[in-house]
C-alpha cells in the first residue's frame, strides 16, 4: 500500500485531530501514515512518500505557528521534488473572506516551487459550515490516494 507523510498545522486541535483521524483510518485501510506536528524539510527529504498538508489557518490566512518554520524552510531553500505527489485539506472560516483557508494557498505555491505534483482539488472545510472536520476529510482523502 501507500506511505503517506501528512504535514500538519494546528492552532486549537482540530486540523490534528483531523489528521490523526486520517491516520487511524488509512492505517486500517493497510497504508503507512506519519502524522508530523512540526515537520522539518529533513522529513521529506528523506524519503518520496506522498505528502498531505493538512493544516488550520491562522490571523488573516496565515499559517500555523507549528507548520511556518517548515513552510519558511521550504521556500527558502526549495528542495527540488520533482513530481512528488501532494494534496491539501485545509481548516478555515469563511467569515473571513479573501484570506479564507489562506495557510493551504501558501503551502500549495511553496510545493509547486519545489516541482511537486498537486493530486486533486484542495478541499477546504469552512467551520462555520462544519463542526467535524474529518467527516469531510476522510472520503476526500480516500479518493486522492486511488487520484495518484
Not at 531553500?77 to 520533482?82: F, M, V
Not at 486533486?120 to 474529518?134: S, Y
Request: hydrophobic share 40%.
Amino acid at each position: 500500500m501507500t506511505d503517506i507523510r501528512i504535514l500538519v498545522g494546528s492552532v486549537y486541535g482540530s486540523a490534528l485531530m483531523t489528521a490523526k483521524a486520517i491516520k487511524a483510518a488509512l492505517d486500517a485501510d493497510g497504508h503507512s501514515v506519519t502524522v508530523l506536528e512540526n515537520p522539518t524539510l529533513d522529513d521529506i527529504t528523506s524519503n518520496s512518500a506522498p505528502l498531505l498538508v493538512c493544516t488550520s489557518t491562522t490571523g488573516q490566512g496565515e499559517i500555523p505557528g507549528n507548520l511556518l518554520p517548515f513552510y519558511l524552510a521550504l521556500r527558502e531553500q526549495l528542495p527540488q521534488q520533482p513530481g512528488r505527489p501532494f494534496g491539501v485539506i485545509v481548516l478555515g472560516d469563511s467569515s473571513y473572506g479573501e484570506t479564507f483557508c489562506g495557510a493551504g494557498k501558501l503551502m500549495e505555491e511553496a510545493l509547486y516551487e519545489t516541482a511537486a505534483r498537486k493530486v486533486g482539488e484542495t478541499l477546504c472545510i469552512d467551520a462555520l459550515e462544519t463542526q467535524e472536520p474529518e467527516n469531510e476529510a476522510l472520503p476526500w482523502v480516500r479518493k486522492w490516494i486511488s487520484a495518484m
